[in-house]
T-cell receptor, first 113, second 114 residues
Framework: DAGVIQSPRHEVTEMGQEVTLRCKPI?????LFWYRQTMMRGLELLIY????????DSGMPEDRFSAKMPNASFSTLKIQPSEPRDSAVYFC???????????FGSGTRLTVV | GDSVTQMEGPVTLSEEAFLTINCTYT??????LFWYVQYPGEGLQLLLK?????DKGSNKGFEATYRKETTSFHLEKGSVQVSDSAVYFC?????????????FGKGTKLSVIP
C-alpha cells in the first residue's frame, strides 16, 4: 500500500490566488481528515469525512476554505482567495472504523506571499 | 470536551539517556490513547497505542502505559538515540455516535545529541 498520498508537496502562491490541495486516502479507509499545522497553533482539525460525506467542518477557518470528497479515493481542500496567514503545512489522514489510529500523508507545505 | 496536555519542550538529551515525556488527558468517554511521532519534513506516524486501562503500548523501544486512575499516558524510552530526534504527539480518541476524531496535544520536540 502506498499510504496516504498528498500533492503537491510544496506550493508557493501569491496572495489572492486560488490554491487546491489534493489527497488520495488508503484504499478501504472510510474516514478522511484534513489538518493544518503551524508553529503558533499546532495541529488543527479542519474537516473530516465519513464515506465521502462531510461530518464536521467546524474547524474550517472561514468561507475562503472549502473541501470536497467526490469519491472514496480522492479529496481536495481549496482556498480561494489565499492569504499570507494561510501559510502552513496541510496534512491529510485516513482511517477506518476498525483502526485505532490514523495514517497521515506527508503533507503540503503552503506558502502564500 | 476532550483534551490532551503534554509537557512543553524542547527536550534535549544526550545519547543513551532515559526519556520521559508526560501526557495527561481529560475525556468525555472511554478513550483510546496514542503516541505519534513526526520526523522533520514528514507527516505524523503512529508510534504506539493503548485501548484500555493498564494496557501497555510499545514500539521501537518506546513504551507507554494507560493509567486510568491518573488519566495519564507517559512516553518512556530507556536509551535514546540521535535518530529519535523528532516531535512527539500524545492523542486520544473517544469513539461513539460515529465520532472518530483524534484530539492531539501540542507536541514535544526532542533533540538527542551525540
Amino acid at each position: 500500500d502506498a499510504g496516504v498520498i498528498q500533492s503537491p508537496r510544496h506550493e508557493v502562491t501569491e496572495m489572492g490566488q486560488e490554491v487546491t490541495l489534493r489527497c488520495k486516502p488508503i484504499s478501504g479507509h472510510d474516514y478522511l481528515f484534513w489538518y493544518r499545522q503551524t508553529m503558533m497553533r499546532g495541529l488543527e482539525l479542519l474537516i473530516y469525512f465519513n464515506n465521502n460525506v462531510p461530518i464536521d467542518d467546524s474547524g474550517m477557518p472561514e468561507d475562503r476554505f472549502s473541501a470536497k470528497m467526490p469519491n472514496a479515493s480522492f479529496s481536495t481542500l481549496k482556498i480561494q482567495p489565499s492569504e499570507p496567514r494561510d501559510s502552513a503545512v496541510y496534512f491529510c489522514a485516513s482511517s477506518s472504523q476498525e483502526d485505532y489510529g490514523y495514517t497521515f500523508g506527508s503533507g503540503t507545505r503552503l506558502t502564500v506571499v | 470536551g476532550d483534551s490532551v496536555t503534554q509537557m512543553e519542550g524542547p527536550v534535549t538529551l544526550s545519547e543513551e539517556a532515559f526519556l520521559t515525556i508526560n501526557c495527561t488527558y481529560t475525556a468525555t468517554g472511554y478513550p483510546s490513547l496514542f503516541w505519534y511521532v513526526q520526523y522533520p519534513g514528514e507527516g505524523l506516524q503512529l508510534l504506539l497505542k493503548a485501548t484500555k486501562a493498564d494496557d501497555k503500548g510499545s514500539n521501537k523501544g518506546f513504551e507507554a502505559t494507560y493509567r486510568k486512575e491518573t488519566t495519564s499516558f507517559h512516553l518512556e524510552k530507556g536509551s535514546v538515540q540521535v535518530s529519535d530526534s523528532a516531535v512527539y504527539f500524545c492523542a486520544l480518541r473517544v469513539s461513539g455516535a460515529g465520532s472518530y476524531q483524534l484530539t492531539f496535544g501540542k507536541g514535544t520536540k526532542l533533540s538527542v545529541i551525540p
